[in-house]
């Protein structure tokens, strides 16, 4: 219910350009997750599932080696950040999530064997999210978001993130000429969702200058998403 009643009222979704989740359940997505936990288990086993996807793309292309702490920001049940863990066994996590999402993460965490070093931590990342990572892992978190949102979040990643700490969002990218990809499906599920977007390079450029980071380069993989790095400046 939580994604078909709002895709119910996709015409008036497209006529405003405004998310319908407030007027077909009475209240934003992710209240209504944390009031029906049923659903939300199913929610996150798809965030999971998408997370495989891509989980062991994101280690194969990009080098860790020389990361001391990740911070997995919106990072669910930890797949993408224990796949990390288990690729380099030097490094340490921090998996950082809503309160309902980390009281059932703590499992997985442990039955993936690390429970000694990977910190739970839970809160809201518009309010603020946690220091003492060098490198900032944020999948699918950023689309969520419209373009001011999504400033308020790299802006709390910004202040928490070590002096030249890496920024990597894993997302679909929409070609700059337009041609069709997962990218613009997912975009109207976002307009519909949650008032988010897909964004194009140049759209992740400007975001990045507004919000104290340097666009890197943006990485393929043999996935619908990129790996989009940049740094703190």
Request: glycine share 8%; net charge negative.
């Amino acid at each position: 219910p939580g994604h078909w009643l709002p895709w119910g009222r996709l015409h008036d979704s497209v006529r405003t350009g405004q998310p319908m989740a407030r007027q077909a359940l009475g209240m934003e997505l992710f209240d209504w997750y944390a009031q029906n936990a049923e659903e939300a288990a199913y929610f996150n086993a798809a965030m999971g599932n998408l997370s495989a996807l891509v989980a062991t793309e994101l280690v194969r292309v990009y080098d860790f080696s020389s990361v001391q702490t990740v911070a997995d920001v919106g990072g669910a049940h930890g797949i993408l950040l224990t796949a990390i863990l288990s690729a380099n066994p030097a490094v340490r996590g921090i998996l950082f999530d809503l309160p309902h999402v980390i009281a059932t993460a703590g499992e997985a965490i442990a039955a993936a064997g690390f429970r000694d070093r990977c910190q739970l931590v839970d809160g809201d990342f518009f309010e603020a999210v946690p220091e003492g990572a060098d490198l900032h892992l944020l999948k699918q978190i950023v689309h969520d978001w419209n373009d001011e949102q999504a400033t308020r979040l790299l802006r709390n990643c910004h202040r928490a993130l070590a002096p030249a700490g890496k920024l990597l969002l894993v997302e679909m990218v929409i070609p700059s000429d337009n041609r069709p990809s997962p990218a613009q499906a997912m975009d109207l599920n976002m307009l519909v969702i949650l008032g988010g977007r897909e964004r194009t390079r140049e759209q992740f450029e400007r975001l990045f200058q507004a919000t104290g980071f340097r666009l890197d380069r943006i990485i393929p993989t043999h996935s619908p998403f990129n790996v989009i790095e940049a740094t703190r400046v």
